[in-house]
Nanobody, 120 residues
Framework: QVQLVESGGGLVQAGGSLRLSCAAS????????MGWFRQAPGKEREFVAF????????YYADSVKGRFTISRENAKHTVYLQMNSLKLEDTAVYYC?????????????WGQGTQVTVSS
């Protein structure tokens, strides 16, 4: 099992920046990829970005390309989401997720979420 704990959410003005963190614990050696999703009120959860743990390849949703950057710190088993030029529509609960190597296409593990609110 893998446990994920997010931190770093908060209130920020439009155009500002925030950095989210997600710390993994437990069977971290089994992690293939880690990513971020978000869910705005009344909307479905959507993909934001993910990173392949070995090698560091990254993938982004079109809506955040050029503004958000996902990165990892291997020694701390932590993934970050640097969010710049934030927009009102980025307001959502952001969730960290992980896929095990044994089931690479599935997001088996989820954090509890952290709220990001962008104000005008």
């Amino acid at each position: 099992q893998v446990q994920l704990v997010e931190s770093g959410g908060g209130l920020v003005q439009a155009g500002g920046s925030l950095r989210l963190s997600c710390a993994a614990s437990g069977r971290t050696v089994s992690i293939y990829r880690m990513g971020w999703f978000r869910q705005a009120p009344g909307k479905e959860r959507e993909f934001v970005a993910f990173i392949i743990w070995s090698g560091g390849a990254t993938y982004y949703a079109d809506s955040v390309k050029g503004r958000f950057t996902i990165s990892r710190e291997n020694a701390k088993h932590t993934v970050y989401l640097q969010m710049n030029s934030l927009k009102l529509e980025d307001t959502a609960v952001y969730y960290c997720a992980a896929s095990p190597a044994s089931l690479r296409t599935e997001w088996n593990y989820w954090g509890q979420g952290t709220q990001v609110t962008v104000s005008s």
